[in-house]
């Protein structure tokens, strides 16, 4: 009985790696952060290893993104990471979305929430680990960007405005 259980297991793990998830290759920079707010080479490379791969839409894949079911869940992991922030889109944001964007990418990066545990565990990603003067450089970039926006856009309009509540049905 075990054995008839392992085998139809190990069939399981063997058809599903033919069923793959959309790899987040397409690296389209029409609207990329960096069309609208300067990056240093220093900050692009730090970007490149501790946020683009779930945070653009170009993802460098580790060996094991092409085993299943471990695909379907970096799949998952990257397409939220895009829904939060995207920076190969982030132009084409409102300007007090941006601002917004940006405001939370300091947020995070100074609770230490980004990069997520789960990106650097085990020595993954060991780039990605970032020290204080790499935050520092994230945080100060930030703020920055968001001072630009300050001095070049009207107050109101760096304010995301509230949305009505959907009318209710009679």
């Excluded at 959309?22 to 029409?30: A, G, I, P, Q």
């Excluded at 060996?63 to 889109?89: C, E, I």
């Excluded at 970032?130 to 450089?137: D, G, I, K, V, Y």
């Amino acid at each position: 009985m075990l054995k008839k259980i392992l085998i139809g297991l190990g069939a399981v793990l063997l058809l599903i790696q033919f069923i793959r998830p959309e790899k987040n290759e397409s690296n389209d920079l029409t609207y990329d952060i960096s069309k609208k707010y300067p990056v240093s080479e220093e900050l692009d490379q730090l970007l490149k290893v501790a946020c683009n791969d779930c945070h653009s839409n170009k993802t460098e894949y580790p060996w094991y993104a092409n085993v299943q079911p471990v695909a379907w869940w970096l799949n998952d992991h990257v397409k939220d990471g895009k829904r939060h922030l995207n920076f190969s889109t982030f132009t084409k944001l409102p300007i007090a979305v941006q601002n917004h964007k940006l405001e939370e990418t300091i947020e995070m990066v100074e609770k230490k929430e980004m990069p997520l545990s789960s990106y650097t565990n085990f020595g993954l990603h060991a780039e990605a680990n970032l020290s204080e003067e790499q935050r520092a450089m994230v945080i100060d970039w930030a703020k920055a960007q968001m001072n630009y926006l300050k001095e070049n856009y009207p107050a109101d309009s760096l304010i995301m405005k509230r949305r009505s509540p959907p009318p209710s049905k009679p």
